[in-house]
Each structure stands twice: as C-alpha cells, then as structure tokens.
C-alpha cells in the first residue's frame, strides 16, 4: 500500500522511505545543479510548455495525427499522437530514428497506432522544429 503521508513524512525530515541507487541519486542532483544554474526551475518548466505548444499548433494544421489527450490534459513533459490514416507507428519511430531522432510508439493495445514525442529535459525548439519537420515528411511519404 502506498501511504503518501508516510514519504510527505519522510520527506521532510530528509528522509526516503525506498532505497534510491547511488547512481540515480547523483545523476538527479547533477541534474538539478544544471537547472539550477540555467533558467532555474521555473524556465526550465516554461520551456517545457513553450515545446508542448509547439507541437499543438503543429499537430493543429494537420489531418494525418491528432492528440490523444483533450486540450486541458495535456503534459508538459509528452505529448501522444494517434495516426488518422494508414501507416505504422514502428516504421515511422524506426525511420525517424535512422535520421537521428528519438521518438517511440505507443503501449498496449493500439500501440502501433500511437507516437510519442519528449519535450522534456535538454529539449530545445530548434530541435523539435527539426523532429517535427521530418515527422510530417515521414507522414506525407506514407499516405
């Protein structure tokens, strides 16, 4: 059972209720330390809306893909696209990745139907421009 009081608890006594792998812990702090150093917490978290809305309007001018979440569900940190039209999910995640880019399908059932775009991290807009670019190449040289 997961009892959030318990880790809230924990928590601020600076403790963890689950051991956490040394690696992981100093991945995240080195991580933080980059945050931190930037934009800081909150332009890291606008960049990361300012990326979600850039696929939005992308997704908005086209009929081939549509979001799979409604306009107020919608995260920051990924955005799931469902095909309209004939074509694979895997093909398209395989080819964009012989291009350079990272992408992936979607699980369980209609996986193959579903893509899924990070716009979280070190994302930058160039980079999803360029993403979004070959993206919608793939798409037209399905139909």
Known sequence: ELDLAAHCRAAESRRSLLPIP???????ECQLDRILAGDGVGGRWARHQ???ALVDRWVADR???TVVAGP????????CLE?????????????????????ADGIGDGADRMLR????GEVEPEQ????LDALG?????GR
């Open 22 to 28: 040394l690696g992981v812990g100093a991945a995240l």
């Open 50 to 52: 300012r990326l979600r």
């Open 63 to 65: 009929e081939d893909v």
């Open 72 to 79: 107020d569900c919608r995260a920051e940190s990924l955005t």
């Open 83 to 103: 095909l309209t039209g004939n074509g694979s999910a895997r093909a398209i995640v395989n080819a964009l990745a012989a291009e350079g880019y990272t992408i």
């Open 117 to 120: 775009i990070g716009h979280m």
């Open 128 to 131: 999803l421009e360029g993403l």
């Open 137 to 141: 190449r793939r798409l037209q040289a």
